[in-house]
């Protein structure tokens, strides 16, 4: 044992303190024992004899007791994850030695005292540091950031923490890309110097003392992903340009002082999920621009001062859940749209405010999920759901308000007598306007209010308006000859146009089921936006009571789905035909590894609001005429989802077994760390020809089964077993093939590790690609092929 140098047994039950003759393993580099049972000290021997070791992984146990100071002569480490234990006391200072290291986890025990202590100076090496849901205290101001210049991810939230924020010190960390102060005793205001974090995408200051108002931001480089400063003491309106800062409020300014009106900016958050202003001093009328917000699902401007009527543009929100409003000055009659306009919205509350009139019972809508408690506190509000009875005088206004002029009940039934006449009157017109048009089956349809097609161009075609009609001609009637493929939500079919142009006709199933026609022009218009040489792009949408499509560039060359199950029958680098031309696995590999994760990082980071893609595997990824990869299917399923409940655009999604990142099972909401995941599971299947759900990995995940094939020696390689690769792989092997691999193998591993927080940003691994010199590499080994031919 004394020769043994990687000892990695996680998940394996194992009971017991950790053995001191572990000490005498004085080769050992990397110590992996998480997420099993064992209890007591952490030895002391640990650190006197193991000089050597790089890895220590003990977290997810039951560890007591204090870290040795002993750890201090361990000076090689490179990774330390002690998290989710019951270690207590302070951090011992002997571990300021530890100047190689690049990870620091410590969450989840109860350690106390100030962080100080480990004196930051000496970690330039440092790009992670989780020390979040301790007993720390003292104050930030004293820690060296100005030395730690590659710090990226830093959480110390849920500690005791005080005094004010040292947001100087911090701008200096110019990698900073995720930080999180949050729930500690912090004072002060929020600095200017935030402008300096250019890479920061999230940060969490909520649950602390910070008071004065949010610094404009707007014209500066910083884009926040996720911004939470809610339950501090913060006051004054809300910046004008906030909405060039962040593109996520979820519950990020709740709880504070803020007054003045809502700005009208919120409208411009059009990917948001969640808005939740609550537990101010807001004024004024809710902005009409909150219609525009298509994703969201949570709105709460609660416990505010606002007045007026409800604007009837809310009744657009199609995928909201919750509605809270109470306890404000609001007025007017409940809009109808909250029981017909809105098929998901499960919890309304407008309790304490003024308004008035009649409160139905449906069958259908909100209000037979609701109770009486929703309407307290509104005087003029009458119905059976409330138990009461709705007065003459009462009555008769509502009557005037709907611009309905009856005195008694012959006025009511001649004036449903009227209406009906007048509806049957309607009817037989349409019916014999559709009768005309179908006599007149050449005549140009156009639709003026874009109920039948919507705008889009192809190629040099100029902009033009596609009705049904001519979609239908293009694909033959839809004919099973033109079928491309199908899913459980749609149907795909080649089209071509009268100028001889290729699309693909995306038709959605179950029209006219709930769906709603203004959600999927609005979608369709934010994805025809997107505009990437690695996207394949919507080009525009027809709709009508029959057909609901969308219409793309068709890809002729097939999916790397199809690649990958043909190159396994044949076995061969360099034989492998697809469609057209030949398409090497090294080329396939390069190209999907490179252009799918810019084309990710397009929606994620470039697009301005973060889109998720939500099932990126081998079938959504198509090869273009030049056998570019492009990837497809982007946002569609928030489109066509139909299932109840607490949904959004980027929690509906329905990903693909194996490619389905572990949070879709139990969080409430999901980020773009799911496309990472799909991404990382794309890359191992294409590494080690194995797909997700292959029957050789025996249960395991593909990120499990390759971590077991992958041994690391003593000095942080891998050791490649020809048995993980994928055989085209082993054919061209070499020292440059061996080593780009190892850092292929690396990223895949990365992206699909199991918390969403563990994984890279896309944009992290595209640095990683350019930095090992990718496509030099890789340029070398197509050389060395062509020389072998």
């Known amino acids: 044992m004394t020769q043994l140098n990687y000892l990695n047994l ?66 090689k480490l490179l990774s330390v994850d002690l998290g989710f234990n019951q270690l207590s006391g302070t951090i011992p200072a002997e571990l300021k030695s530890w100047s190689l290291l690049e990870m620091l986890s410590l969450p989840w025990n109860y350690l106390s005292g ?6 930051f100076r000496n970690f330039t090496q440092l790009y992670s540091a989780e020390l979040q849901f301790n007993e720390m205290s003292g104050s930030l101001s004293k820690i060296a950031f100005t030395r730690l210049r590659q710090l990226q991810y830093l959480d110390v939230g849920s500690n005791r923490f005080t005094g004010e924020i040292p947001w100087d010190a911090i701008s200096l960390c110019k990698s900073l890309f995720n930080l999180s102060l949050a729930n500690n005793h912090l004072t002060g205001k929020i600095s200017m110097d935030l402008e300096k974090l250019e890479n ?47 593109s996520e409020l979820a519950g990020a300014l709740s709880h504070n002082r803020f007054s003045g009106f809502l700005p009208l900016w919120l409208g411009q958050l059009v990917m948001a999920q969640s808005i939740d202003l609550s537990n101010n001093h807001f004024s004024g009328a809710i902005p009409e621009g909150l219609g525009e917000c298509i994703a969201l699902t949570v709105l709460d401007v609660s416990r505010n001062q606002l007045s007026g009527e409800l604007p009837l543009q809310l009744g657009n929100l199609d995928y909201l859940v919750t509605l809270n409003m109470a306890f404000n000055n609001l007025s007017g009659e409940l809009p109808s749209f909250l029981s017909t306009k809105l098929p998901r919205l499960r919890h309304l509350n407008v309790s304490f405010n003024n308004f008035t009139g009649f409160i139905p019972q449906h069958e259908k809508g909100v209000f037979r999920y609701l109770n009486a408690s929703s309407f307290l506190g509104n005087p003029g509000l009458c119905g059976p759901l409330l138990n009461k009875e709705c007065s003459t005088v009462s009555f008769t206004r509502d009557r005037h308000r709907s611009g309905i002029w009856l005195t008694n009940w012959r006025g009511i039934f001649l004036m449903t007598l009227a209406l009906s006449l007048a509806l049957v009157f309607v009817l037989i017109l349409l019916v014999v306007i559709c009768y005309r048009r179908s006599a007149h089956a050449e005549t140009q349809l156009v639709d003026q209010d874009t109920e039948m097609s919507y705008k889009f161009s192809v190629g040099s075609v100029a902009a033009k308006r596609f009705s049904a009609q001519e979609l239908f001609k293009a694909t033959q009637g839809y004919s099973e000859v033109n ?120 929606l994620h980071h470039d697009y301005g609001e973060p889109i998720i893609h939500g099932d990126v595997k081998p079938s959504n990824i198509l090869f273009d005429a030049d056998l570019k990869p492009r990837l497809a299917d982007f946002g569609l399923a928030k489109l066509v989802k139909r299932e109840e409940g607490a949904l959004t655009l980027s929690s509906s999604f329905k990903g693909s077994i194996g490619y389905m990142a572990p949070e879709y099972a139990y969080a409430a909401r999901i980020t773009t760390k799911v496309d990472v995941y799909g ?14 759900t292959h029957s050789s990995l025996d249960g395991q995940t593909l990120h499990e089964w390759v971590k077991m094939k992958l041994p690391v020696d003593q000095d942080g390689i891998a050791n490649i077993d020809a048995e993980l690769l994928d055989a085209a792989l082993v054919q061209v092997a070499s020292d440059t093939c061996t080593k780009l691999v190892d850092q292929l193998l690396k990223i895949g591993l990365a992206c699909t590790a199991d918390r969403p927080e563990d994984r890279p940003t896309i944009h992290q691994v595209l640095d990683l690609i350019t930095s090992y010199q990718y496509q030099k590499d890789l340029s070398h080994v197509r050389d060395q092929k062509r020389i072998k031919a």
């Open 200 to 246: 920061l995408k999230y940060l969490y200051l909520q649950g602390n003392l910070l008071h004065g108002g949010i610094p404009d931001l707007g014209g500066t480089k910083l884009k926040l992903l996720e911004l939470d400063l809610s339950m501090n003491q913060l006051n004054g309106s809300l910046p004008l340009n906030l909405a060039s800062v962040v």
């Open 483 to 602: 079928l491309l493929g199908q899913g459980g939500s749609s149907v795909v079919f080649k089209g071509v146009l009268e100028d001889g142009n290729s699309v693909a006709v995306k038709v959605l199933k179950d029209v006219g089921k709930g769906s709603s026609h203004e959600a999927f022009l609005r979608e369709t218009q934010i994805l025809s936006r997107l505009k990437h040489r690695s996207l394949v792009r919507i080009l525009g949408s027809v709709r009508n009571l029959d057909v609901q499509a969308l219409v793309l560039e068709y890809m002729g060359n097939g999916s790397l789905e199809t690649y990958l199950d043909m190159h396994r029958q044949h076995m061969s680098a360099d034989d492998y035909m697809i469609l057209r031309g030949p398409f090497t696995y090294w080329e396939a590999l390069s190209a999907v590894a490179m252009d799918i994760a810019e084309a990710l990082n397009y």
């Open 679 to 692: 991404y990382g599971v794309v890359l191992l299947r294409m590494l080690t020809g194995l797909s997700p």
């Open 114 to 119: 100030p962080l100080e202590i480990l004196d």
């Open 10 to 75: 996680p998940k394996n039950q194992l009971s017991g303190g950790i053995p001191r003759g572990l000490g005498n393993c004085t080769q050992l580099a990397v110590i992996g024992l998480a997420f099993n049972q064992l209890s007591g000290f952490i030895p002391e021997e640990l650190g006197n004899g193991l000089s050597k070791l790089q890895a220590l992984h003990i977290y997810g146990n039951n560890l007591t007791g204090m870290i040795p100071s002993s750890l201090g002569n361990s000076t």
